[in-house]
């Protein structure tokens, strides 16, 4: 039986423990750029707060991340929590030490954005002394080329979908990458298949952090090796589309084309810190596609810019009649000769035939007029007034139907 004694210091040593894990936890200081040492051995776990930036489009392509250094020490292991409230968040550093953590496992990057238009508190429990420190960026060029590239990607699908070059080079990308999952597939097949192994291998931190390290040290010391396959996957697979052709159904082009559209959107859509505006952008560029842009911009541009009406003067209202004159005769000659005209109907109704043959070989239609006018012309020489003209006209159907 135990002696009250003995439960006093029980109870005692359960109070002093939890107390100093409660304590472990109460760090919490604004995070900034300048870096900031962390000594475990006083505070194991430290909860830092990010305050966010303004939301304006100044800030759309500003990137921010947690910046953690252990300096040369390189098996050193952490977990990072980030959350909105900072009584949950020091919930999930008090439980840190259960087996759903070590299920869990670190994070592979020691950099991880955030939000830059959001409060945030970042947990971090680490089992090495570190520098945590902020990673701004106020004009993130690998997002915003991103962006770029993928708005370019969606406008320009359509052209790109008729160009060969362009599957040889998806193909060559699909192959690569097809070949990778392939081979994670057969490393899968060759583990155990036991579920606590399974789990082990696949969330356990240990397994996880070696395979990761493993890759990193493969790629840089093997990496002539590793273009060298790329480069003979990617031959292989240009030399398949080569035998078998590109694509030529209609429909299969426009399956790439949205395809390429899909991935254009998305690329938009993840590279922008503002979502409304990377959405505003998709909505202006879908609407671009389905209307016609040029018509629409020159609406546009004479309703906001009305052009100015300009009068004519003597000499350019006749030569502008003369010019539609001639173009209204070459179109009436055009359709004379075209098989809609009854040339037979027309010429049983014409006064003069002869004069109208020699209109359709190309013969000016006032020269008999003119010629007529010359007769009658006044003893100065001048031409005759409107009534003569129409009534020289009159006359000359007279004799004609005589």
């Known amino acids: 039986m135990v002696s009250y004694k003995s439960y006093r210091v029980i109870m005692q040593l359960t109070v002093t423990l939890l107390c100093s894990l409660a304590e472990q936890v109460e760090y919490v200081e604004v995070m900034t750029t300048e870096p900031r040492f962390v000594d475990i051995t006083k505070n194991a776990s430290s909860i830092w707060f990010y305050q966010k930036y303004p939301r304006c489009i100044v800030n759309a392509w500003r990137s921010v991340s947690v910046n953690v250094d252990f300096g040369d020490v390189s098996d050193a292991k952490?977990?990072?929590?980030?959350?909105?409230?900072?009584?949950?968040?020091?919930?999930?550093?008090k439980n840190k030490d259960s087996w759903f953590w070590f299920l869990?496992?670190?994070?592979?990057?020691?950099?991880?954005?955030?939000?830059?238009?959001?409060?945030s508190y970042i947990g971090i429990h680490s089992s090495a002394n570190y520098y945590v420190s902020l990673r701004i960026k106020e004009f993130d060029t690998f997002m915003f080329g991103s962006c770029l590239f993928g708005l370019t990607l969606y406008l320009m699908a359509n052209?790109?979908?008729?160009?060969?070059?362009?599957?040889?080079?998806?193909?060559?990308?699909?192959?690569?990458?097809?070949?990778?999952?392939v081979l994670f597939i057969v490393i899968g097949r060759m583990m155990p298949r036991r579920p606590l192994s399974l789990a082990f291998y696949w969330c356990g931190w240990g397994a996880s952090l070696y395979l990761w390290s493993y890759i990193k040290s493969s790629i840089f010391s093997y990496y002539k090796w590793i273009v060298c396959y790329v480069v003979l996957v990617s031959l292989a697979a240009i030399s398949w589309i080569y035998r078998w052709g590109t694509p030529?159904?209609?429909?299969?082009?426009?399956?790439?084309?949205?395809?390429?559209?899909i991935v254009g959107a998305i690329l938009v859509?993840?590279?922008?810190?503002?979502?409304?505006?990377?959405?505003?952008?998709?909505?202006?560029?879908?609407?671009?596609?389905?209307?016609?842009?040029?018509?629409?911009?020159m609406n546009w541009w004479d309703k906001l810019y009305p052009p100015r009406v300009k009068l004519l003067t003597r000499e350019e209202f006749e030569m502008q009649g003369r010019l539609e004159t001639s173009k209204a005769l070459e179109e009436l000659r055009s359709f004379c000769n075209s098989p809609e005209f009854g040339r037979w109907s027309v010429l049983s109704r014409l006064s003069d035939p002869h004069q109208f043959a020699m209109f359709m070989n190309g013969a000016d239609h006032l020269s008999f007029l003119h010629e007529s006018e010359d007769d009658f012309s006044g003893p100065n020489g001048d031409a005759p007034s409107t009534s003569s003209r129409y009534s020289l006209l009159e006359d000359s159907d007279t004799e004609g139907s005589q």
């Open 104 to 119: 869990r496992g670190p994070d592979l990057f020691q950099r991880t954005a955030l939000d830059p238009f959001t409060n």
């Open 159 to 181: 052209r790109l979908s008729q160009i060969t070059a362009t599957y040889y080079a998806c193909g060559a990308m699909s192959a690569v990458l097809g070949s990778l999952v």
């Open 78 to 93: 952490y977990t990072m929590m980030f959350g909105d409230n900072l009584t949950n968040l020091r919930e999930e550093l």
């Open 269 to 297: 859509y993840l590279n922008c810190q503002i979502r409304e505006l990377s959405i505003s952008v998709l909505a202006g560029i879908v609407l671009v596609e389905f209307t016609p842009a040029e018509a629409f911009i």
């Open 248 to 261: 030529i159904h209609f429909r299969t082009k426009q399956i790439f084309r949205y395809a390429m559209q």
